[in-house]
């Protein structure tokens, strides 16, 4: 449960570096030397690049990130929710007590 509410915390953070990246790329005058610039791009790039690879930016508006950003705001919850009901079957099983267990 602790580490299925550990990775979805950081997925929403992760989400919201995506979404600062992409409003970053509308801004015509961004200083791509700004210390946080930097860290956005230092922070996303490894994924970005492979969305990248099948969506090329489309003038100066990239839309890898977005679309990066949909298809994890798809997988990522039904992932949760499936780790999520896979702790609570086990914690299910382990919490009987031995007169279920036996009987089962």
Request: charged content about 15%.
């Amino acid at each position: 449960m602790l580490l299925v509410s550990l990775f979805d915390a950081l997925f929403n953070v992760y989400n919201w570096l995506l979404v600062a990246r992409f409003l970053l790329s509308w801004v015509p005058n961004v200083d791509y030397y700004h210390p946080v610039v930097k860290f956005l791009h230092k922070a996303t790039d490894p994924v970005v690049r492979l969305f990248r690879g099948i969506i090329p930016p489309y003038g100066n508006i990239d839309f890898s990130p977005i679309i990066l950003f949909f298809s994890a705001a798809f997988s990522v919850p039904s992932f949760t929710r499936a780790a999520d009901s896979a702790c609570d079957d086990v914690l299910k099983k382990e919490c009987k007590p031995n007169w279920i267990k036996n009987s089962c």
